[in-house]
Structures are given as structure tokens and as C-alpha cells.
């Protein structure tokens, strides 16, 4: 007699938006689903409702971002029956866990879980260190991206060297404006410069401003989000990524585009430190004088842009792959079960 397989309510934020946590989402639903487990997702912040079938179908509710989900629980006042894992999905353990009231939401979600998955080691010391009765519970599992897949360049994106790429939802926490200062130095240098920064409206102040500086630099270009699919337009365009957030949790943005073989340059900040090696795959900057030397350094000298372009490449197909991410997590659904 078959075994039935594994069923799993996901529940996320956001599933149908070009959010980082959307992403995240469907990226589950894939590999888990590759891997036999039956997987449904509710995304509680894009659905009305809660989703009492699929809740007493489950064998295992899996939820996406803490705080996020301590206030839709609470706001349904719901009560699950069922083996409760949590994945932080970066701000909540970031910044949500700094905020007193939101921390005491967190712990008392915390307390009804059997474990919490987190991207990185130093994410895992900082939830031992602020929920010290929940450390044996915490279990570290990167994400993974899928093999690059080169476009058909169909998009008709700017002709420019260097081009650079910046993932982002426009919102503070990213300070998408880091590197403004020296790369419009840098177009005294390198006068076919240009930089797209591609993402989500979703602070209105930063999208005023990102378009004013865009209408007013013919380097500097916005652009909405694409279906992921369609990013691989913007890899295969770009030279460099970069990423500039004050935090993170661990930013798939980063490990895509060094998957197509960018070198990234990444903030020194933990959740980009637990992608780019100083100097293999990319570089870490803590300063914008930092960023400027280190994208000068890649443009002008070949070779160590090759060098690092194959790294970059090599490391995230090693430690990065969706087998081995989708692996650790039912593991970790069959000792809780």
C-alpha cells in the first residue's frame, strides 16, 4: 500500500505581489512540491478569511514571518491543532524583535511552535539570545535558487558599461540612495555607466524621490517589477549586483544574481554576509567611499571580475541548490511529526 504523502499548509503574507516574502512562498511551494509533499498556501494578507479546510486537511502548518503571523492568528483568533513550524522572514527577527510589544507577540507565537527555521547562523544566535527557552528549537536552512537560465533578451534594456543592478522594494529599510553619491562620481570615469534599481512601490516618499533622481540622471533608471521569470532579463544584462539594505534576512536577490554569475557587492551587514565571501564571490562594503573603490576595482580589472564571476557562480550552485534546501525541511517535518 502507497504511503500518502506529506501535507502541508503554508501559510505566507504574500504570494501574488513581487515581494521578497512572495518569493520566498513560492519558491516552497515548488521544491517542496518536487520533492512529493503535498503543499497549499494561504497568503493571509492578500485573502480574506481563514482557511479551515486546508487547516484540518494539514499534517504540519508551516508559517512565514513571525510577527506577521502572530497578528493574523490573533485578528482570526485562531487556535491550531496541529505541529506549528515558523521561518522568519528577516524584518521580524531584524527589527520587529528590537520593538518590545511586537517582541512579546513574537514569544507568545513562539511558544505554541515546535521549531523555527532561520536563513543564517547569526540569525539563529540572535533568536537564542533574545527567546533563550526556544534556542534548541531553532534549525538554520538557507535558501536556494534554482539553475540560472539564461534569457532570450527580449527586453530592451539600456546599452551601458558597467551596468549595475539593484533589486529592491522601494521602502527605507532598503536605502536604495547608499551608493548614489559615488556612482554618479564614477560617471566621470566610466561616462556609459548605468544603474537600474527594479522593485516594488512600497513607500511612497522613496518612490517620489527615486523618480525625481532618475528623471533628473540619464544613468539612473526605475523600473517596476517583472514576473521572476523575466529577471533573468535583468541578470543576464547586468555586470554587477549590488545590494545596500540596512538589514536583511538573506536576500534571494543576491544569490540569483550570482547565480547568472554577477559579482556581488553587498553591504557588510549580516544577511549579505552570510552569502558573499570578501573577495571570492564579491565584496562587502561599510562605507559608500567603500562601494565606489570596490566597483572601480571590478570594472577596471578583468581578471578579478572573471575570477569572481565563476565563484560567484560555483558557490551558489554548491551550497544554494533547491534539493538540498527542500531536503532539510521535510527532515525537519518528519522529526517533528
Known amino acids: 500500500m502507497m504511503k500518502s504523502p506529506l501535507r502541508v499548509l503554508y501559510l505566507t503574507p504574500y504570494y501574488l505581489s513581487k515581494r521578497g516574502n512572495a518569493t520566498t512562498a513560492r519558491r516552497m511551494e515548488q521544491i517542496l512540491s518536487d520533492q512529493g509533499v503535498d503543499i497549499s498556501v494561504f497568503a493571509y494578507e492578500e485573502e480574506k478569511g481563514v482557511p479551515h479546510e486546508m487547516l484540518a486537511n494539514a499534517d504540519i502548518i508551516h508559517a512565514l514571518h513571525i510577527n ?54 547569526d540569525a539563529m544566535k540572535m533568536v537564542g539570545r533574545q527567546f533563550p527557552f526556544f534556542k534548541s528549537k531553532v534549525h538554520v536552512i538557507p535558501q536556494s535558487v534554482r ?14 558599461q558597467p551596468r549595475v543592478l539593484l533589486p529592491a522594494g522601494l521602502r527605507p529599510v532598503k536605502n536604495v540612495f ?7 562620481k564614477m560617471t566621470d570615469l566610466f561616462p556609459l555607466l548605468h544603474f537600474i534599481i527594479i522593485g516594488e512601490v512600497l513607500d511612497v516618499t522613496v518612490a517620489k524621490e527615486v523618480k525625481k533622481v532618475s528623471d533628473q540622471n540619464d544613468w539612473y533608471s526605475y523600473h517596476p517589477p517583472v514576473a521572476p521569470h ?3 532579463d535583468y541578470y543576464d544584462w547586468a555586470d554587477i549586483i549590488i545590494n545596500t539594505s540596512e538589514s536583511e534576512g538573506q536576500p534571494i536577490s ?14 557588510d551587514i549580516p544577511g549579505n554576509r ?13 562605507s559608500p567611499r567603500e562601494f565606489g573603490e570596490q ?28 534539493a538540498v534546501e527542500a531536503k532539510a525541511y521535510v527532515e525537519l517535518y518528519q522529526e517533528i511529526l
Open 230 to 232: 523575466r529577471m533573468s
Open 178 to 184: 547608499y551608493s548614489y553619491d559615488e556612482m554618479k
Open 68 to 121: 506577521r503571523t502572530a497578528d493574523w492568528i490573533a485578528k482570526e483568533n485562531i487556535s491550531f491543532n496541529k505541529p506549528l513550524i515558523l521561518t522568519s522572514g528577516g524584518t521580524d527577527i531584524n527589527i520587529d524583535m528590537n520593538q518590545p510589544v511586537k517582541k512579546r507577540i513574537m514569544e507568545t507565537l513562539l511558544q505554541q511552535a515546535d521549531a523555527l527555521t532561520v536563513f543564517t547562523e
Open 147 to 160: 539553475p540560472h537560465i539564461k534569457s532570450k533578451g527580449c527586453m530592451d534594456l539600456p546599452k551601458a
Open 274 to 286: 552570510s552569502l558573499v565571501s570578501h573577495g571570492y564571490n564579491g565584496y562587502l562594503f561599510s
Open 254 to 267: 543576491l544569490l540569483e544574481g550570482m547565480a547568472a554569475g554577477l559579482p556581488a557587492l553587498a553591504r
Open 295 to 322: 566597483l572601480k576595482d571590478l570594472v577596471m580589472d578583468q581578471t578579478l571580475y572573471n575570477r569572481l564571476s565563476i565563484q560567484a557562480k560555483d558557490y551558489v550552485e554548491t551550497y544554494h541548490h533547491p
